[in-house]
Each structure stands twice: as C-alpha cells, then as structure tokens.
C-alpha cells in the first residue's frame, strides 16, 4: 500500500541516505542510519522514529556504506527494494520480498512515480572479502510535476546534461575520511556537474556524518561544504545550494502562490 503522502520534500539522513516524499510516495535512498558503520562512527543520530515509512528503498552500488544490510534490516520486509543487478540475492537473503534488480537505462514505474536508472562512474566491488559485484548506478525519480536525480557514489560524467529538467539534484561531494579515492565527486567536480545538470536546487550529501572510530571531531569534516559553497559561487550557481544538515527537510512551495524564483519555492520548513 502506497504511504498517503502528497507534499514534496527531501530530508537528508546523513552520507547517502535521503528520504524523499515524492508524488505519493515515501523513497529511502541508500540507508545507512547505525551508529556504528564497519569502522566508522555516525556524528548526527537519527531516531528511527521520526522517520516515514518508506514505500521504495533505492541502492545505488553495494559498498558497505551505500547497501548497509543491519540498516535494511530496520524496515519491513514489504519494502519494495530497486537494487542494481547483481546484489538482488544479497537483498532477498535479509527476507526482503520485492526486490527489483536494475541496470542503467530502465525504468520502473511505481506509483505514479517513474524511477529511471542511470550511469554511474564507480567501483562495482562490494569490498575484498565479498564476491558480490555490481554495476552501480543513480537514479531520476519523476512525478508529474517534479523530479529528483539521486547521483549515489559517482564522479563526473558528460551524460548528465541529458536528464533535464531536474528540480532537485542529490549530489555527493566528499565522503568518510579525509582524503578522497577516484570514482567520487569532490567540491569541485560537484560544481561542475551542478553546471551540467542545471537543476533548480542541489543538495550535498555523502559528507559529514561518518569518519573513522578513535577521531573525536575530526577538523576536515565540515570542510567540504563550505568548499562546494565556494566551488558554486565560482560557477555561477551559487543560488541554487540547499545547504542541510543530517535530519534537516526542504519543502517545495511556501504559502500564497508561486514564487518569481523557481529555486525560492524549496526551502526549510
């Protein structure tokens, strides 16, 4: 059964993790919510509670922090769970009953939700101690009257000019530790993709919420933020950040009538 849901709004979890309340429905992405993740630690808890339940969970890749099966296992088994092909066996052996192998340039239609798989640029190994590999993907979920591209774990790539209009962009600048390995976006490059996918909004994710256990704070994890601001004020588009921290919720539209900014009409509730 569908969640009865009709206001748009995304609400950043944390890393990857983003819940989307999109055309009547409520889409998780990448749900990695423990306090404790491999050797990571989280920095901003989320309480389960607060949380919508979701109709869809969206994966991009099978990484440890993106496809976190002791995060899966918080959400009922009903769940519907678009996976890219190849972890689908993984999935199903949690008890989840609806799960949708996927791959770059199909669609699957739930509700009157299209989600379309797209191309990502990233490593498809699920990590050295594990045979599951995957082709990691994104995704561009369009409603009626709005559409999101979920990047997942990605970096830059010519094609992504080609999903326009875009009104919300999830886009991962950094990731856990302080340095950044290839197949990611980092501020820059994260700018540069914002310019190529010209949506109305863009929100960072995938920095921030996680780093190695035994670092108290550490100094450069709010760092890549303020660079990305720097990076889009460079570019020219600078009015389109949505800055958010974990937990915190854009809504589209505010109360008498449209905006004459198309980007004024998200904003913190």
Do not use: N
């Not at 976190?68 to 092909?85: E, G, I, Q, Y």
């Not at 340039?105 to 990590?127: F, K, L, S, Y």
Request: some cysteine; charged content about 20%.
């Amino acid at each position: 059964m569908l969640s009865p849901v009709s206001a748009t709004s995304v609400r950043w979890l944390g890393h990857s993790c983003v819940q989307l309340k999109i055309g009547g429905l409520v889409v998780l992405t990448d749900p990695a919510l423990t306090p404790r993740l491999g050797h990571l630690r989280r920095h901003h808890p989320i309480e389960p509670a607060t949380m919508a339940t979701p109709d869809v969970i969206l994966i991009s890749h099978v990484h440890i922090d993106h496809l976190h099966l002791p995060s899966l296992r918080m959400f009922d088994r009903d769940v519907a769970v678009v996976v890219p092909a190849g972890a689908e066996d993984l999935v199903r052996r949690c008890g989840f009953r609806d799960v949708r192998p996927t791959r770059a340039g199909q669609t699957h239609e739930i509700g009157t939700v299209t989600v379309e798989t797209v191309r990502a640029v990233h490593d498809r190994r699920r990590g050295p101690h594990s045979r599951v590999a995957a082709d990691p993907v994104g995704f561009v979920l369009r409603a009626p009257d709005v559409a999101v591209y979920a990047a997942g774990d990605t970096d830059l790539f010519d094609e992504m000019g080609t999903w326009a209009p875009i009104d919300v962009a999830l886009l991962p600048i950094w990731g856990w530790g302080s340095t950044l390995g290839d197949g990611h976006l980092d501020p820059r490059t994260a700018a540069h993709a914002t310019t190529l996918i010209e949506p109305t909004v863009v929100v960072p994710v995938h920095w921030g919420t996680y780093s190695p256990i035994g670092l108290r704070r550490p100094s450069w994890l709010d760092v890549p933020a303020e660079r990305f601001r720097v990076e889009l004020d460079a570019v020219g588009a600078g009015g389109s950040l949505r800055l958010l921290t974990p937990g915190g919720s854009l809504v589209r539209g505010a109360p008498g009538g449209a905006e004459p900014d198309a980007a004024a009409t998200w904003s913190e509730p």
